[in-house]
């Protein structure tokens, strides 16, 4: 059964401080995996997307790693700020399906505090 | 920021109505999806179009239907709204990118609407 799997499921965080998530999955084929952030009430936007062949992708302070032997990713933010509490959603793409079919992980809620 | 609209953003109606959620993007996307959220899980898709007159149903099973017959417009109807109904609703749009640009798997990624909060009473 294709999965995605992240952790920790909320984290607070204070203000100037680093912070990593994590994302395990189970999707096979694998095309690609995306990070994005979805702000309370608003829509998902994406962060970064790597393929097999990338193992890391910055985007600002934001920077995702990816181990596709271990079938793993984790996005890292740097020096945070208030505006990245959000919520961050692991995506993976099936490679397998016409569609491209997304699984979504269910977010790491992200509170910093000044 | 993506041009992808969705109306209303807050919907609050009484069982029994009858209701229809508004998408436009104006990227000229070929795909369009219709997810639906409830607070703290995953994305879960319930409807989605490859282009105009194309309509699949997602991984979710849903009470509601859809149509495309503009390239720009993915409006969702609910004939007859129940309690159960009551989540967020994301519209989303997708274009297949050009394959000659030599990356080895399609990354059409997906542009997300701000969401339709609706509460059924």
């Known amino acids: 059964k294709n999965q995605v799997e992240q952790s920790p499921q909320s984290l607070i965080i204070l203000e100037g401080k680093n912070c990593t998530l994590q994302?395990?999955?189970?999707?096979?084929?694998?095309?690609?995996l995306r990070w994005y952030k979805q702000d309370t009430g608003r829509g998902p936007v994406s962060l970064t997307i790597?393929?097999?062949?990338?193992n890391t992708k910055s985007n600002g302070r934001y920077t995702a790693t990816l181990d596709a032997d271990t079938k793993q990713s984790s996005l890292h933010i740097t020096a945070s700020q208030l505006s990245d509490s959000a919520s961050y959603i692991c995506v993976v793409t099936d490679r397998g399906s016409t569609l491209g079919r997304l699984y979504f992980g269910r977010g790491t809620q992200l509170t910093v505090w000044p | 920021e993506a041009d992808i609209y969705q109306t209303p953003r807050y919907l609050v109606i009484g069982t029994g109505k009858k209701i229809t959620l508004e998408c436009s993007q104006t990227?000229?996307?070929?795909?369009m999806y219709w997810y639906q959220q409830d607070p703290g899980m995953e994305l879960h898709l319930i409807h989605y179009s490859y282009g105009v007159n194309s309509t699949e149903k997602g991984d979710l099973s849903s009470e509601s239907t859809v149509s495309r017959i503009r390239t720009e417009h993915f409006p969702l109807t609910l004939e007859s709204a129940r309690p159960s109904h009551t989540s967020q609703y994301l519209c989303?749009?997708?274009?297949?990118?050009?394959?000659?640009?030599?990356?080895?798997?399609?990354?059409?990624?997906?542009?997300f609407g701000p969401g339709t909060r609706l509460t059924v009473l």
């Open positions: 994302c395990n999955y189970t999707v096979s084929p694998f095309s690609n």
């Open positions: 790597m393929t097999f062949s990338e």
């Open positions: 989303a749009s997708s274009d297949t990118p050009n394959r000659t640009s030599g990356s080895p798997t399609p990354t059409d990624t997906q542009y």
């Open positions: 990227m000229g996307h070929d795909k």
